[in-house]
């Protein structure tokens, strides 16, 4: 599908997103996670289906931790009433409802996650984070000690460029002696590294902490292009002001599935969080929150675990 073509098609659904003051421009920016987190779903306790498969202390406590970077519309974000929403939040809460847990989401920076959840921080992490090999072994920088991922959506990253495309980039190869903004920790990070590799004229890279921040260097005229998360550059370059800030080049970049981090050490949550999420595609309810948001192009059929190469 070109991006002209989805631009048409998620008009009326993210049309509604900016009555929400949920602009990536505008919305709460990372901080260090002290603000109690933000409750999504209701605990339906010893109830809930798939109750028993949920470790013992998980139990007790009656929730999950979720370290998440909030700062990432449509797929989490702040709305205006400062609480958290977005495709990984409604997922989560329907997860909730199949174990009889609460999800609390508590704000961090993307590039610290993992550390913050193998140090006992977050129980785990869902913050549209790609599953692939190296984070799985803990072979990057911000995935130190590694993690095991459940499967439950497929993106890819795309360019993100001012309205008319002054640079005239369309690929990732049209960035060479360009300046490409993007958040630090992340396969888009990656993606602008191996490409600066085949560069002759070096790709000049801007790194940030937030993606919102990024985006901001491109506004502002510092960056030629930004790559970003394929359903993120979407939602900016229909809602950000007004539609007129940015449009999407090319078509989605190396698809691959996002995870639920999880401790390597806590298999018993990662088998529950996975036939939690198969459990909402089986009834439908995943579906239902995709379309919501006007990200069925995101969908799986079944939920994975370590599925990133």
């Known amino acids: 599908m070109t991006a002209s073509t989805t631009r048409r098609s998620r008009l009326a659904t993210l049309g509604a997103l900016v009555a929400a003051g949920a602009l990536l421009l505008t919305g709460c920016g990372s901080d260090n996670g002290d603000n109690g987190g933000d409750t999504v779903g209701e605990a339906g306790g010893s109830d809930a289906p798939l109750w028993d498969l949920l470790p013992a202390d998980i139990q007790e406590a009656g929730r999950i931790k979720v370290g998440s970077d909030i700062d990432y519309a449509p797929i989490e974000f702040y709305d205006e009433n400062d609480e958290v929403a977005g495709i990984d939040p409604d997922i989560a809460a329907a997860m909730g409802e199949k174990l009889g847990v609460e999800f609390v989401f508590e704000n961090g920076t993307f590039d610290g996650l993992v550390l913050g959840m193998n140090s006992g921080r977050h129980d785990i992490i869902m913050s549209a984070m790609t599953d692939t090999a190296d984070r799985q072994r803990g072979a990057t920088e911000d995935a130190e000690g590694g993690a095991d991922f459940v499967n439950y959506f497929q993106a890819g990253s795309a360019i993100l460029v001012q309205q008319g495309n002054p640079a005239g980039i369309k690929t990732l190869e049209d960035m060479c ?21 085949e560069c002759d004229d070096p790709i000049r890279i801007l790194d940030f902490e937030t993606d919102s921040d990024s985006i901001t260097q491109l506004q502002q005229g510092r960056a030629d292009a930004v790559i970003t998360d394929y359903p993120v550059a979407l939602y900016n370059a229909l809602e950000a002001g007004g539609g007129d800030l940015f449009e999407v080049v090319g078509e989605q970049i190396d698809a691959a599935p996002y995870g639920i981090a999880v401790p390597k050490d806590n298999p018993e949550l990662r088998d529950a969080l996975q036939a939690a999420v198969q459990a909402i595609i089986d009834d439908g309810t995943y579906a239902e929150v995709l379309a919501k948001w006007d990200a069925e192009t995101g969908a799986i059929d079944e939920a994975t675990v370590n599925a990133g190469e």
Not at 177 to 195: K, S
């Open 177 to 197: 002696g360009q300046t490409v903004a993007l958040q630090r920790g992340t396969a888009n990070e990656d993606l602008a590294v191996a490409q600066n590799e």
